[in-house]
């Protein structure tokens, strides 16, 4: 069973616009939601992240939405910018004798110049 | 580069050879985790480490795999009589635990691409 999906498998935004990738979860014992991008053979790099007791968290071009009772986060990125491209997984932590972080499929960001 | 490396970025290997992958972590981080990814995929939970202690195996990893960390600083990941199946990214990542915080980010490695014949 898939606790976390992004629904979403691309995406394309023009260069200075909005980007915004979705993350939906099955699982309310998640405690800790994160993003990280990935670019081709490289990998998963950190973005940001958000506690499930929060709902946003803003880090320069990037803020992390969650809404709780919808189990749904979302990753803005304002500006987009061409080097944003990339591909983005959503993962949520979960404490079950040691921290263990279930990834979504990812969605594939274009930002077009 | 105090990243997290390893070695090799790329191996191919025929059906039923063993191969073995290494993985040097940042080098405060306890603790060490492999994951396995696939095409289309996100990365799956294989195993983790704290210091040299392995404290938790994904049931996606079969009596063929086994994971080392001796030291409690790099990590070995060996896969005996590979199978097609096999054929995946690699990754590993590390973390630091840090008291007062109930989760520490990941920070990864660029991956072993396996390629079984």
């Known amino acids: 069973d898939q606790q976390v999906k992004q629904n979403s498998p691309s995406l394309s935004v023009q260069e200075g616009r909005i980007s915004i990738l979705n993350c939906d979860y099955t699982n309310s014992m998640f405690d800790y939601f994160l993003w990280y991008k990935k670019y081709p053979a490289e990998g998963p790099t950190f973005l940001i992240s958000i506690s499930s007791i929060k709902d946003k968290n803003e880090d320069g071009r990037f803020t992390v939405f969650l809404n709780k009772s919808a189990k749904h986060l979302s990753l803005h990125i304002v500006p987009s910018q061409p080097g944003d491209s990339a591909v983005y997984f959503c993962a949520a932590s979960i404490f079950s004798g040691t921290y263990k972080y279930i990834f979504g499929t990812g969605t594939r960001l274009k930002v077009l110049a | 580069d105090t990243g997290v490396s390893q070695d090799p970025r790329h191996k191919i290997t025929k059906r039923g050879q063993n191969v073995t992958f290494r993985c040097d972590p940042i080098?405060?981080?306890?603790?060490l985790y492999w994951y396995r990814q696939t095409l289309g995929q996100g990365p799956e939970f294989l195993t983790y480490?704290?210091?040299?202690?392995?404290?938790?195996k994904s049931r996606l990893l079969s009596d063929r795999f086994s994971a080392e960390r001796p030291k409690g600083s790099f990590s070995t990941l060996e896969i005996q009589r590979t199978e097609q199946g096999d054929s995946a990214m690699y990754l590993c990542?590390?973390?630091?635990?840090?008291?007062?915080?109930?989760?520490?980010?990941?920070?990864f490695g660029p991956g072993t691409r396996l390629t079984v014949l």
């Open positions: 990542a590390s973390s630091h635990r840090t008291s007062g915080r109930t989760y520490n980010e990941q920070f």
């Open positions: 080098s405060e981080h306890n603790r």
């Open positions: 480490f704290q210091n040299e202690a392995q404290l938790e």
